[in-house]
């Protein structure tokens, strides 16, 4: 999941830190000051009969969190159902391992686009014009699948679908980073995407293997979509241009007084941190979209499984990453996250052993999973070392550029996986990722170590000038 750098994240009251009984930094004189006069004066914008009243606004936006988890959900029954995919793709046009693996190389596409598209439909539409572009998007990618077209309409298809995906991820995420508590609501978003990823091709592989053509799965994700588009215009209806600039306009100005800070767009380039982890995160997320790419078709020609317990393992890797990011986040916060990282790489090389050890298609499945459970962390592993070892002026830039690198990895590495395998066999597979993790963990160890605890601002930007 991203965040958009174009968007200065919007404060919403929803599980306040007060209620909680912690201190809120974003709770400044300054801030309530601002707060109150945006409540008070009457301004240009009307205000929304739901936001009127405090508890009103709290339960709008609560409902406005679950759609976005709704669409969080479809997000990751489209991204996962692709490896579930590939091989009716392959026999249905004729295709080499090549050929089909640009299905991979057009997804990040979208996400290069929206990083430009995505402020501009803010400031012109609002966050409800986000609720009706994103989804828009994904009713014609599943609209032209469903219609089964000439693979190369095919893949333009999918490039407008990752579009539409890029346009919501990355704006719900910056949305939700502007929230008191924006670690649960984050949570809540990964774990909707997590929740359809582990769906998605347990869905597609049960009607795969009762007959159903590999098209007619685009026909439930085209139901998804308009359910989609419907819930996200209903719950973001009153969010358009106007309130997205009242609120903007006020925030930066806060952001302005309360900690002014030199411009970030290319300072974060002078980091040696943002560097790490950006090859960091190009080899990690390349290696999971490796694995839920092209296991479907290692399992079913290398170990003879069954289509539905091939699409099983697909489902299964991506229920063990979210059971790994719900539990292991305790181990990782005892443990510490450089140390808890090695011990996740060094069991997830062990897990791939096992896995290209033995042949057995029920072992292996379970042996995917537990894959998937220790590559669960470690995206929000290398954001954790950004957030540490980077001054806060510079995170959201920071974070937004190695994602877009990371996207770029998951295009790249399992595009070269199925070139490979169409040269060498699909047998290259377990070598491809047992390689690509080691190089994952041999990236890890090259971070700096973290700051104490009690490192003061100053003493981070004096410590980081020369990372």
Known sequence: MTSSSELAPETEPLL????????????SPLREHVRTSRASSPGKVPVPPSDR???SREMNTVLRIAAAM???IVLGMMVSTLGVMLPQFEAYYGLTDFRVSFVFLVWPVGYLVAAYLNSAVHVQFGQRGIA???PLFHVILTVAASLHPPFPVLLVALALGSLGTAILDGSFCAWAGGMDNANVVQGFLHGSYSAGAALGPFLAGTMLSVGYPWYAWYYVLLGASVLEAIVLVLAFRFEDANKYHQDHKQDHFIAVQEDPAPDSSSTIFKHRVTWICAVYFLACIGTENAVSGWIVVFMTRVNHASAYLASISSSGFWIGQAAGRLTLGVVTQRVGVRLATIAYLVAALAFEALFAAIHVPEVSTVMIALLGFCLGPLFPSGV????RLLPRELHVRAISFVVLIGQVGGALLPFALGALADTLGIQVFQVVVFAQLAVTLLIWLAFPRLP?????RQDLVDETATQ
Do not use: E, H, K, L
Not at 18 to 26: L, N, T, V, Y
Not at 384 to 387: C, I, L, P, R, S
């Open 452 to 456: 104490p605890a009690n490192t003061t």
């Open 70 to 72: 709704f669409s969080f």
């Open 16 to 27: 306040s830190s007060a209620s909680s009984g912690q201190a809120d930094p974003d709770r």
């Open 132 to 134: 009706i572009v994103g």
């Open 384 to 387: 954790f070392m950004v957030t």
């Open 53 to 55: 009243y405090p508890f």
